[in-house]
């Protein structure tokens, strides 16, 4: 028997041109791949459009859905692209040049091209259409943050026989709005509170996030629907990479370059290395875009010359360079304020590459065996960043939750 299936591909599609994913990116990529890959499913995609869901054009999404896992893992066009050639270079080849590999910031006052966004938008459209006569007895699962602003959306297919399904990633906009845009936490809530009251089931990826989202609810006296704690899964090359030789021992950090990363912070302790330690300086590679709150970071990179040719930033590196670099890192750092879950820590242990992260609830519950430091313990930073250039740590056996694993848990909590 087929059980038909609305997926909201409203992230993905607005993602169809990137060459690299956030790790929210790489959730909805898994969860469109295991249902169009189950035969006793058929996947019906939809995205939001004016708050009315709108079907896509099935073929061409399964189309890009192999596209993005192609172009996510290989880079793009297959091949390595000029920031990693010359992050690579910076890393592996003995040179006494002071420059650091960066990707360009973008400039807030120069928004996208107007002319390329409706070209954007246009394309979308022309792949979908609205969807009328939802039939009842579907689920329809949105595990993108996506399509929930309003109750609009949840409130008709519960009306309508279908199951909301909803996979929510974090309370951070709420809980930590300092480290958000302005408006952020207002938004973040009002996805919150819909999800609460008109899903019919409600995942999450970590005890924390099930804690705070209890905490919310309770709060505002909203009744809470089942909820399932169901830790993300990891992709298979993650757990076998070769390793990158370089000349001098670097560490690397995961992640879009935002204010709760706490990278300000290792940047500051970056330069107290380089007067310590000198030419014996280890490298630090931050791996992601530019994201919020970040001048601090720009500040360090374009204002310091203490970190020329030490600290180096890239985007757009496809899976394959990832853990090419992640495997020869003394250590991948994690020293964020807060996190709802925090795959690129998962992914290093599941490497066996050291881990270095911050002692916060979502590091003790998935990668305990880590050195857990306080994200406010600069000095503490510093030691350990010391003893781990001189001596690459031992990193311990450690058990990554995989996707099948992950989909099999969904299934039998939701009786697929």
Not at 174 to 184: K, L, N, V, W
Not at 249 to 268: C, D, Q
Not at 348 to 362: E, F, N, V, W
Not at 380 to 401: D, F, H, I, N, V
Request: proline share 8%; hydrophobic share 40%; charged share 25%.
């Amino acid at each position: 028997m087929t059980t038909d299936i609305l997926f909201d591909a409203s992230r993905l599609i607005s993602r169809t041109e990137r060459d690299a994913p956030t790790g929210v990116d790489r959730v909805c990529l898994a969860y469109a791949e295991w249902l169009l890959a189950r035969p006793d499913f058929r996947i019906i995609p939809v995205r939001n459009r004016k708050d009315r869901l709108t079907a896509v054009d099935p073929d061409w999404f399964a189309r890009s859905v192999t596209e993005l896992r192609g172009r996510w893992t290989r880079g793009a066009a297959g091949r390595p692209s000029s920031d990693e050639n010359r992050l690579f270079a910076a890393l592996t080849t003995k040179s006494e040049t002071r420059d650091s590999v960066m990707t360009p910031a973008p400039d807030p006052e120069q928004p996208e091209n107007p002319a390329r966004r409706r070209l954007r938008v246009v394309r979308q459209f022309m792949r979908s259409r609205p969807l009328t006569n939802v039939p009842s007895g579907k689920f329809y699962f949105n595990v993108g943050h996506t399509s929930l602003n309003t109750p609009d959306i949840l409130r008709s297919l519960s009306e309508r026989g279908v199951r909301p399904v909803v996979l929510l990633h974090d309370l951070i906009p709420i809980t930590h709005p300092e480290y958000c845009r302005p408006g952020d936490g207002d938004r973040h809530r009002a996805r919150v509170v819909n999800t609460l009251a008109h899903a019919g089931h409600i995942l999450v990826n970590s005890e924390y996030t099930a804690f705070e989202l209890e905490r919310f609810a309770r709060k505002e006296g909203l009744t809470v629907p089942p909820i399932d704690v169901v830790h993300l899964g990891l992709e298979p090359g993650f757990s076998q990479a070769s390793a990158l030789q370089t000349e001098k021992p670097y560490f690397v950090h995961v992640g879009t370059i935002e204010a709760r990363k706490n990278l300000a912070m290792l940047l500051a302790i970056w330069r107290r290395l380089e007067e310590r330690m000198g030419e014996c300086t280890p490298r630090l590679v931050l791996v992601g875009r530019w994201g919020w709150e970040n001048e601090a970071v720009l500040d360090h990179f374009e204002r310091s010359p203490n970190l020329k040719g030490l600290v180096h930033q890239a985007a757009g590196l496809g899976d394959e360079a990832l853990t090419r670099l992640m495997a020869g890192a003394q250590a991948v750092l994690a020293p964020s304020s807060v996190e709802g879950f925090d795959l690129p820590a998962v992914e290093a242990s599941a490497m066996g590459t050291p881990l270095i992260a911050s002692d916060i609830p979502a590091h003790r519950e998935l990668v305990p065996h880590a050195r857990l430091i306080d994200p406010l313990d600069g000095l503490g930073w510093l030691a350990a960043l010391e003893e781990a250039t001189l001596k690459r740590p031992s990193a311990p056996a450690y058990q990554a939750p995989t996707w099948p694993g992950h989909f099999a848990e969904v299934e039998r909590r939701l009786g697929l």
